[in-house]
């Protein structure tokens, strides 16, 4: 007997069957068979495609949140904040593609659990540029244009990368990014 909790179990599933069919494809009996559970317990956890949806993506957001927080914990300067923002971005998406095509994938399929997840990553970030905007390390700018100068530009490539069947960013395209990056919020 498979010892992982049932709801991981259907995360699991969702994830492989949303990447092989989309979400709009995809079908909760597809994901309840992947899973080997009974419909009562589908739906005991994931009452919709929707919800099952929020919760997959909420999931996979706050480990990609986790991941990409590290570099601005403790003191780190803004100049080696931004540039370890991008540097982690790019790090997780190499090494997770499944992951970074899922959130391609559940990107419009908004809730209540991504947008729990997405403050908590969000919340944490601000603090943080706004103790740096305070020293006079970085210039003072509304968060959504912050978020679009430094990670638009990696954001944009996201799809490329994992579209390789083994993703890979040159050294020298990690650097200029991280660049870019500083250069847009720099005092």
Request: aromatic share 8%.
């Amino acid at each position: 007997m498979d010892a992982t909790p049932t709801k991981d179990r259907l995360l699991d599933a969702a994830a492989q069957v949303f990447l092989a069919h989309g979400l709009t494809a995809a079908s909760m009996d597809q994901v309840r068979q992947a899973a080997g559970v009974s419909n009562g317990s589908l739906y005991h956890h994931f009452p919709t495609k929707a919800q099952l949806a929020d919760a997959l993506y909420a999931h996979t957001l706050r480990g990609f949140h986790a991941a990409l927080l590290v570099p601005i914990t403790g003191r780190a300067t803004a100049q080696s904040g931004v540039k370890g923002l991008i540097r982690a971005y790019v790090q997780w998406v190499v090494a997770h593609p499944d992951r970074a095509r899922l959130l391609e994938e559940l990107r419009a399929a908004g809730g209540v659990e991504r947008n729990a997840a997405n403050a908590e990553g969000f919340g944490a970030l601000a603090a943080w540029i706004a103790r740096r905007v305070e020293a006079g390390d970085m210039r003072d700018l509304p968060f959504p244009v912050w978020m679009a100068l430094v990670f638009s530009p990696a954001m944009a490539l996201t799809r490329h990368w994992v579209a390789q069947p083994t993703p890979e960013v040159p050294t020298k395209v990690r650097a200029a990014l991280e660049h870019a990056a500083w250069m847009a919020v720099a005092a």
